[in-house]
């Protein structure tokens, strides 16, 4: 069934709150692309899943014998990880705020390497018709990533979608900047965010507003999956361009003019194809 007030069906699980034409004359506008990370070009958290590489590493492979003293701080991680997924299906996820003091309580004093060698491995795992779709919109308009996940992540993806491509078109990148400083061994270690973390839907509609002027655009497509877009959302249909919503809540789904329900990018690379060619 489509979401509410998306009657329109572009193409297979892909639903319009606009008429086709409408779509293209939005499309054929845009002069900027702005797209989340998290359940939107990665199937989940990356930052939890980021997690989840370092827990192994350090059990596996570990820099130094005695990183084995980060196992129970990983360990007590990953239970928070599982019961704030539980609380979200109960309708009661933690703020953004929340998870990300629990994040540096979490990660505080591991070294920077694990972050490093963890993140490299992550755009990899984004969803089929990703980097399709992203690179052919890179041919209309600067592309970039507004995320509330780490930079470490954020960096890497932009990057790696850039070495993949015939030229370079992730723009820009902003994300939650991590610190690193000198532990007690001399390695440089996770100390926080600094400065603070975005953490509102204000803070992308501000990051989006701010990457509009820096390029002299006006009608951005925005990507996203739930509420922490919607602001930005909001903002693109003010400038008469276009949000997408890939596999959003149904409680988010209003915010987009677009909503994805499909399990990978490929159809939604098609539909942008056909609509005016990438």
Request: with cysteine.
């Amino acid at each position: 069934m489509p979401p509410a007030r998306h009657s329109f069906r572009l193409a297979p699980r892909i639903y319009s709150r606009y008429p086709l034409a409408e779509v293209s004359a939005r499309l054929a506008r845009i002069d900027l692309v702005a797209s989340d990370i998290d359940e939107c070009l990665f199937p989940g958290f990356s930052q939890s899943h980021l997690g989840h590489l370092i827990f192994y590493e350090v059990v596996t492979r570990p820099e130094a014998a005695t990183d084995i003293r980060f196992v129970p701080q990983l360990l007590h991680a990953g239970a928070f990880i599982r019961k704030a997924k539980l609380l979200r299906r109960l309708g009661r996820t933690p703020s953004n705020a929340t998870l990300m003091r629990r994040y540096e309580h979490s990660m505080w004093g591991i070294p920077e390497g694990y972050f490093r060698r963890g993140a490299r491995s992550i755009p990899g795992r984004a969803y089929a018709g990703v980097r399709e779709t992203l690179a052919g919109l890179g041919r209309r308009a600067p592309v970039g990533l507004i995320s509330f996940g780490i930079d470490v992540i954020a960096d890497e993806f932009g990057r790696q979608l850039n070495e993949a491509a015939e030229r370079p078109y992730v723009d820009f990148v902003e994300a939650n900047p991590i610190a690193f400083e000198a532990g007690g061994d001399g390695r440089p270690a996770f100390v926080g965010y600094r400065p603070e973390p975005m953490t509102d839907p204000r803070h992308k509609r501000e990051a989006l507003e701010r990457q509009l002027e820096r390029h002299r655009a006006s009608c951005p497509l925005v990507f996203g999956n739930g509420g922490d877009e919607c602001e930005a959302a909001v903002l693109a249909q003010e400038r008469e361009g276009l949000s997408i919503g890939f596999r959003p809540q149904p409680e988010d789904a209003e915010c987009f003019d677009i909503v994805v329900r499909a399990r990978s990018w490929r159809g939604l690379a098609a539909l942008l194809e056909r609509l005016g060619p990438m």
